[in-house]
Protein backbone atom coordinates (compact mmCIF):
# COMPACT_ATOMS: atom_id res chain seq x y z
CA UNK A 1 0.00 0.00 0.00
CA UNK A 2 3.10 2.27 0.68
CA UNK A 3 4.27 1.59 -2.67
CA UNK A 4 1.28 1.96 -4.00
CA UNK A 5 0.79 5.58 -2.64
CA UNK A 6 3.90 6.79 -3.87
CA UNK A 7 3.12 5.40 -7.04
CA UNK A 8 -0.05 7.53 -7.15
CA UNK A 9 1.77 10.43 -5.39
CA UNK A 10 4.68 11.12 -8.07
CA UNK A 11 1.85 10.09 -10.97
CA UNK A 12 -0.22 13.10 -9.66
CA UNK A 13 2.57 15.69 -9.10
CA UNK A 14 3.45 14.58 -12.98
CA UNK A 15 -0.12 15.52 -13.90
CA UNK A 16 0.51 18.77 -12.05
CA UNK A 17 3.49 19.33 -13.17
CA UNK A 18 2.43 18.87 -16.93
CA UNK A 19 -0.82 20.59 -16.67
CA UNK A 20 1.23 23.82 -15.55
CA UNK A 21 3.34 23.57 -18.42
CA UNK A 22 0.44 23.71 -20.48
CA UNK A 23 -1.13 26.72 -18.58
CA UNK A 24 2.23 28.05 -19.08
CA UNK A 25 2.16 27.69 -22.80
CA UNK A 26 -1.55 28.59 -23.74
CA UNK A 27 -0.71 31.85 -21.43
CA UNK A 28 2.30 32.92 -23.05
CA UNK A 29 1.96 35.10 -26.13
CA UNK A 30 2.09 34.15 -29.47
CA UNK A 31 3.41 37.60 -30.44
CA UNK A 32 4.52 40.61 -28.78
CA UNK A 33 4.28 44.38 -30.24
CA UNK A 34 7.92 44.85 -30.90
CA UNK A 35 7.84 48.65 -32.69
CA UNK A 36 5.30 51.48 -33.20
CA UNK A 37 6.44 53.85 -36.18
CA UNK A 38 4.38 57.23 -36.44
CA UNK A 39 3.12 57.61 -39.89
CA UNK A 40 2.89 61.20 -41.46
CA UNK A 41 -0.16 62.32 -43.21
CA UNK A 42 -4.06 62.03 -42.43
CA UNK A 43 -5.70 59.44 -40.62
CA UNK A 44 -7.09 57.74 -43.51
CA UNK A 45 -5.90 54.20 -44.24
CA UNK A 46 -6.63 50.58 -46.16
CA UNK A 47 -4.37 47.98 -47.61
CA UNK A 48 -0.75 47.35 -46.37
CA UNK A 49 1.23 45.61 -48.85
CA UNK A 50 4.93 43.68 -48.24
CA UNK A 51 7.44 43.60 -50.64
CA UNK A 52 9.65 40.83 -49.53
CA UNK A 53 12.74 41.41 -52.31
CA UNK A 54 12.88 45.12 -50.84
CA UNK A 55 11.80 44.34 -47.20
CA UNK A 56 9.68 47.47 -47.70
CA UNK A 57 5.95 47.86 -46.51
CA UNK A 58 3.60 50.08 -48.16
CA UNK A 59 0.46 51.35 -46.21
CA UNK A 60 -2.17 52.96 -48.30
CA UNK A 61 -2.99 56.62 -46.64
CA UNK A 62 -6.10 57.97 -48.64
CA UNK A 63 -4.08 60.05 -50.56
CA UNK A 64 -0.39 58.63 -50.77
CA UNK A 65 1.25 55.54 -49.79
CA UNK A 66 3.58 55.50 -47.41
CA UNK A 67 6.88 53.47 -47.75
CA UNK A 68 8.41 51.89 -44.44
CA UNK A 69 11.61 49.87 -43.86
CA UNK A 70 10.62 46.38 -42.96
CA UNK A 71 13.40 45.65 -40.79
CA UNK A 72 13.94 49.36 -38.99
CA UNK A 73 10.89 50.70 -39.39
CA UNK A 74 12.24 53.95 -41.09
CA UNK A 75 9.94 56.16 -43.72
CA UNK A 76 11.87 55.81 -46.65
CA UNK A 77 9.19 57.77 -48.93
CA UNK A 78 5.97 58.57 -50.10
CA UNK A 79 4.09 57.09 -53.70
CA UNK A 80 2.07 60.96 -53.86
CA UNK A 81 -0.95 62.13 -55.53
CA UNK A 82 -3.45 58.93 -55.22
CA UNK A 83 -6.50 60.35 -53.92
CA UNK A 84 -8.61 57.64 -52.69
CA UNK A 85 -5.85 55.39 -52.23
CA UNK A 86 -6.34 51.51 -51.25
CA UNK A 87 -4.16 48.89 -52.78
CA UNK A 88 -1.09 48.11 -53.81
CA UNK A 89 0.42 45.09 -55.61
CA UNK A 90 4.51 44.83 -56.35
CA UNK A 91 5.58 43.75 -59.90
CA UNK A 92 8.45 41.39 -59.15
CA UNK A 93 10.34 41.09 -62.70
CA UNK A 94 10.87 45.10 -62.70
CA UNK A 95 10.07 45.59 -59.35
CA UNK A 96 7.60 48.75 -60.34
CA UNK A 97 4.98 49.23 -57.50
CA UNK A 98 1.40 49.70 -58.39
CA UNK A 99 -0.62 51.42 -56.34
CA UNK A 100 -4.90 52.68 -57.28
CA UNK A 101 -6.22 56.24 -57.27
CA UNK A 102 -10.41 55.48 -57.07
CA UNK A 103 -10.78 59.41 -57.63
CA UNK A 104 -8.93 59.75 -60.61
CA UNK A 105 -9.60 55.65 -61.72
CA UNK A 106 -6.28 55.25 -62.36
CA UNK A 107 -3.51 52.27 -61.31
CA UNK A 108 -0.51 53.99 -61.43
CA UNK A 109 3.29 51.99 -61.54
CA UNK A 110 6.12 53.36 -59.64
CA UNK A 111 9.77 53.63 -59.51
CA UNK A 112 10.76 52.12 -56.34
CA UNK A 113 14.05 53.69 -56.59
CA UNK A 114 12.83 57.23 -57.64
CA UNK A 115 9.06 57.11 -55.75
CA UNK A 116 8.29 58.75 -59.03
CA UNK A 117 5.25 57.48 -61.25
CA UNK A 118 5.95 56.35 -64.71
CA UNK A 119 3.06 54.80 -66.05
CA UNK A 120 -0.75 54.49 -65.70
CA UNK A 121 -3.67 52.21 -66.53
CA UNK A 122 -7.49 53.37 -66.46
CA UNK A 123 -9.28 51.56 -63.87
CA UNK A 124 -12.62 50.94 -62.84
CA UNK A 125 -14.93 53.36 -60.57
CA UNK A 126 -13.96 52.96 -56.87
CA UNK A 127 -10.33 51.20 -57.03
CA UNK A 128 -9.98 49.40 -54.28
CA UNK A 129 -7.67 45.98 -53.71
CA UNK A 130 -4.91 44.96 -55.85
CA UNK A 131 -2.94 41.69 -56.52
CA UNK A 132 -0.63 40.38 -58.47
CA UNK A 133 -1.04 36.87 -60.32
CA UNK A 134 2.65 35.37 -61.62
CA UNK A 135 1.06 33.11 -64.09
CA UNK A 136 -0.41 35.92 -66.06
CA UNK A 137 2.23 38.37 -65.27
CA UNK A 138 -1.07 40.66 -64.48
CA UNK A 139 -2.05 42.93 -62.16
CA UNK A 140 -5.81 42.59 -61.06
CA UNK A 141 -7.83 45.86 -59.09
CA UNK A 142 -10.82 45.53 -57.81
CA UNK A 143 -13.44 47.89 -58.88
CA UNK A 144 -15.35 47.93 -55.34
CA UNK A 145 -19.02 50.07 -56.37
CA UNK A 146 -18.41 48.89 -60.01
CA UNK A 147 -18.41 45.39 -59.40
CA UNK A 148 -15.57 44.81 -61.89
CA UNK A 149 -11.92 43.72 -61.26
CA UNK A 150 -9.86 45.10 -64.22
CA UNK A 151 -6.55 43.03 -65.33
CA UNK A 152 -3.65 45.21 -66.29
CA UNK A 153 -0.13 43.63 -68.05
CA UNK A 154 2.88 44.69 -66.45
CA UNK A 155 4.85 43.68 -69.96
CA UNK A 156 2.43 46.92 -71.56
CA UNK A 157 1.59 48.43 -68.71
CA UNK A 158 -1.74 48.50 -70.36
CA UNK A 159 -5.34 47.53 -68.89
CA UNK A 160 -7.65 44.43 -70.54
CA UNK A 161 -11.23 44.73 -70.47
CA UNK A 162 -13.10 44.78 -66.95
CA UNK A 163 -14.09 41.54 -65.48
CA UNK A 164 -17.63 41.58 -64.42
CA UNK A 165 -18.19 40.32 -60.85
CA UNK A 166 -21.92 40.89 -60.66
CA UNK A 167 -21.58 42.29 -56.80
CA UNK A 168 -18.82 44.46 -54.44
CA UNK A 169 -15.80 42.96 -54.42
CA UNK A 170 -13.07 42.62 -51.45
CA UNK A 171 -9.92 41.11 -50.95
CA UNK A 172 -8.41 39.29 -53.96
CA UNK A 173 -5.61 36.99 -53.88
CA UNK A 174 -3.77 34.84 -56.80
CA UNK A 175 -2.64 30.56 -56.30
CA UNK A 176 0.17 31.49 -58.55
CA UNK A 177 -1.19 28.54 -60.98
CA UNK A 178 -3.41 30.17 -63.14
CA UNK A 179 -6.24 30.91 -60.51
CA UNK A 180 -7.50 34.46 -58.45
CA UNK A 181 -10.09 34.06 -56.22
CA UNK A 182 -11.69 37.28 -54.90
CA UNK A 183 -14.88 37.51 -51.69
CA UNK A 184 -17.99 39.68 -53.24
CA UNK A 185 -19.22 41.06 -50.20
CA UNK A 186 -22.56 42.13 -50.73
CA UNK A 187 -23.38 38.89 -52.06
CA UNK A 188 -21.81 36.35 -50.39
CA UNK A 189 -19.87 34.70 -52.60
CA UNK A 190 -16.58 33.66 -53.76
CA UNK A 191 -15.35 33.83 -57.01
CA UNK A 192 -12.89 32.16 -58.67
CA UNK A 193 -10.97 33.80 -62.06
CA UNK A 194 -9.04 32.24 -64.79
CA UNK A 195 -6.10 34.63 -65.45
CA UNK A 196 -4.96 32.96 -68.55
CA UNK A 197 -8.88 33.94 -70.04
CA UNK A 198 -9.69 36.77 -67.51
CA UNK A 199 -13.03 35.03 -67.14
CA UNK A 200 -15.29 34.23 -64.04
CA UNK A 201 -14.82 30.08 -63.91
CA UNK A 202 -17.21 29.69 -60.29
CA UNK A 203 -19.23 30.94 -57.73
CA UNK A 204 -18.89 29.91 -54.33
CA UNK A 205 -21.71 30.75 -51.79
CA UNK A 206 -20.81 31.37 -47.92
CA UNK A 207 -23.88 31.72 -46.79
CA UNK A 208 -23.23 32.16 -43.32
CA UNK A 209 -20.32 34.61 -43.51
CA UNK A 210 -21.51 38.21 -43.37
CA UNK A 211 -19.89 40.29 -46.02
CA UNK A 212 -16.75 38.54 -46.56
CA UNK A 213 -13.38 40.73 -46.53
CA UNK A 214 -9.87 39.17 -45.81
CA UNK A 215 -8.97 36.51 -48.30
CA UNK A 216 -5.66 34.09 -48.26
CA UNK A 217 -4.11 31.08 -49.77
CA UNK A 218 -2.03 28.03 -49.15
CA UNK A 219 -1.44 26.99 -52.31
CA UNK A 220 0.42 24.20 -51.57
CA UNK A 221 -2.72 22.78 -49.22
CA UNK A 222 -4.88 24.53 -51.46
CA UNK A 223 -6.87 26.28 -49.00
CA UNK A 224 -8.52 29.28 -49.20
CA UNK A 225 -8.86 31.45 -45.63
CA UNK A 226 -11.78 33.98 -45.82
CA UNK A 227 -13.16 35.92 -43.07
CA UNK A 228 -16.14 37.21 -42.38
CA UNK A 229 -17.85 40.30 -40.60
CA UNK A 230 -19.88 38.59 -37.80
CA UNK A 231 -16.95 36.71 -36.73
CA UNK A 232 -16.28 33.71 -38.20
CA UNK A 233 -13.29 32.50 -40.59
CA UNK A 234 -14.47 29.90 -43.32
CA UNK A 235 -11.91 27.26 -44.92
CA UNK A 236 -12.55 26.24 -48.33
CA UNK A 237 -11.26 24.10 -50.99
CA UNK A 238 -9.41 25.98 -53.82
CA UNK A 239 -10.63 23.98 -56.34
CA UNK A 240 -13.91 22.72 -55.61
CA UNK A 241 -15.36 25.60 -53.36
CA UNK A 242 -16.07 23.13 -50.54
CA UNK A 243 -16.11 24.25 -46.97
CA UNK A 244 -13.62 22.26 -44.90
CA UNK A 245 -13.54 24.55 -41.40
CA UNK A 246 -15.57 26.90 -39.86
CA UNK A 247 -13.73 28.87 -37.07
CA UNK A 248 -14.26 31.87 -34.63
CA UNK A 249 -12.55 34.85 -35.17
CA UNK A 250 -12.36 38.77 -33.46
CA UNK A 251 -15.18 41.03 -35.02
CA UNK A 252 -14.71 43.32 -38.11
CA UNK A 253 -12.22 41.55 -39.89
CA UNK A 254 -10.64 43.37 -43.10
CA UNK A 255 -7.66 41.33 -44.02
CA UNK A 256 -6.45 37.74 -43.75
CA UNK A 257 -2.84 36.18 -44.49
CA UNK A 258 -1.12 33.33 -44.61
CA UNK A 259 2.97 32.21 -43.19
CA UNK A 260 3.82 29.54 -45.25
CA UNK A 261 6.76 28.73 -43.03
CA UNK A 262 4.71 28.58 -39.49
CA UNK A 263 1.85 27.25 -42.00
CA UNK A 264 -0.56 29.86 -40.22
CA UNK A 265 -3.65 32.26 -40.97
CA UNK A 266 -4.05 35.33 -39.47
CA UNK A 267 -7.31 37.49 -39.14
CA UNK A 268 -6.88 40.82 -38.48
CA UNK A 269 -9.83 42.45 -36.58
CA UNK A 270 -11.31 45.79 -36.06
CA UNK A 271 -11.96 44.83 -32.01
CA UNK A 272 -8.78 45.01 -31.42
CA UNK A 273 -7.33 41.08 -31.99
CA UNK A 274 -5.09 38.90 -34.33
CA UNK A 275 -6.84 35.87 -34.73
CA UNK A 276 -4.27 33.16 -35.25
CA UNK A 277 -5.32 30.03 -37.01
CA UNK A 278 -2.91 26.84 -37.14
CA UNK A 279 -2.88 24.66 -39.86
CA UNK A 280 -1.66 21.23 -39.16
CA UNK A 281 -2.79 19.84 -42.36
CA UNK A 282 -4.93 20.42 -45.17
CA UNK A 283 -8.34 19.04 -43.52
CA UNK A 284 -7.40 20.39 -39.79
CA UNK A 285 -7.62 24.08 -38.68
CA UNK A 286 -7.32 25.18 -34.68
CA UNK A 287 -7.71 28.92 -33.43
CA UNK A 288 -4.54 28.70 -31.33
CA UNK A 289 -4.72 32.14 -30.12
CA UNK A 290 -6.31 35.88 -30.54
CA UNK A 291 -3.55 38.12 -29.89
CA UNK A 292 -4.30 41.75 -28.68
CA UNK A 293 -3.30 44.28 -31.27
CA UNK A 294 -4.96 47.77 -31.00
CA UNK A 295 -8.65 49.30 -31.42
CA UNK A 296 -9.41 49.80 -35.65
CA UNK A 297 -6.02 47.54 -36.47
CA UNK A 298 -8.19 45.69 -39.20
CA UNK A 299 -5.68 45.68 -42.14
CA UNK A 300 -2.30 43.53 -42.38
CA UNK A 301 0.89 42.45 -44.12
CA UNK A 302 2.86 39.62 -43.32
CA UNK A 303 6.94 39.23 -44.11
CA UNK A 304 7.26 35.66 -45.32
CA UNK A 305 11.02 35.17 -44.35
CA UNK A 306 10.48 36.30 -40.69
CA UNK A 307 6.63 35.84 -40.21
CA UNK A 308 6.61 39.71 -38.92
CA UNK A 309 3.30 40.86 -38.76
CA UNK A 310 2.82 44.82 -39.73
CA UNK A 311 -1.21 46.14 -38.70
CA UNK A 312 -2.11 50.48 -38.66
CA UNK A 313 -4.30 51.74 -36.99
CA UNK A 314 -5.12 55.08 -35.26
CA UNK A 315 -5.25 57.04 -31.86
CA UNK A 316 -8.79 56.45 -30.87
CA UNK A 317 -11.03 59.25 -29.61
CA UNK A 318 -13.92 58.02 -29.32
CA UNK A 319 -16.02 54.53 -29.11
CA UNK A 320 -19.10 53.86 -30.37
CA UNK A 321 -20.79 50.73 -29.15
CA UNK A 322 -21.28 47.69 -31.45
CA UNK A 323 -24.97 48.23 -32.95
CA UNK A 324 -25.79 44.47 -32.53
CA UNK A 325 -24.50 40.94 -31.76
CA UNK A 326 -22.89 40.75 -35.24
CA UNK A 327 -21.48 43.95 -35.25
CA UNK A 328 -18.19 45.30 -33.57
CA UNK A 329 -17.14 48.25 -31.59
CA UNK A 330 -16.68 51.44 -34.14
CA UNK A 331 -13.62 54.22 -33.23
CA UNK A 332 -13.52 57.89 -33.86
CA UNK A 333 -9.14 58.84 -33.97
CA UNK A 334 -7.80 61.16 -32.96
CA UNK A 335 -5.51 63.54 -36.38
CA UNK A 336 -2.38 62.88 -37.37
CA UNK A 337 -2.47 59.79 -35.11
CA UNK A 338 -1.75 57.31 -37.66
CA UNK A 339 0.90 54.21 -36.49
CA UNK A 340 2.44 51.01 -37.85
CA UNK A 341 2.08 48.31 -35.44
CA UNK A 342 5.18 45.84 -35.79
CA UNK A 343 4.21 42.08 -33.90
CA UNK A 344 6.98 39.54 -33.85
CA UNK A 345 6.64 36.01 -32.89
CA UNK A 346 7.75 35.62 -29.23
CA UNK A 347 10.64 33.57 -28.32
Known amino acids: MVLNAE ?126 DPASKQIFVSGGDAGVVTPIATASKTAAPDIALDGSPEFLVADGAGSLYENIADQRQIVRIDTAKDAVVARWPVANCASPHGLAIDPAARRLFATCENGIALVLDADSGKIIATLPIGRGSDAAAFDAAEKRFFSSNGDGTLTVVAETSADDFTVVGNVKTAPGARTMAVDPATGRIFLVTGTVLKTAPAAGPADHPHYVFAPGGLKLLIFDAAS
Open 7 to 132: IIAKTCLAAFFVAGLSAAAQAAPLYTLTKTVSLPGGIKWDYLTFDAKADRVYVSQGTEVTVVNGKTGAIIGRLENLPGSHGIAIDPATGLVYADSAKRKLAVAFNPATYQPVAAAPVAYDADGMAY
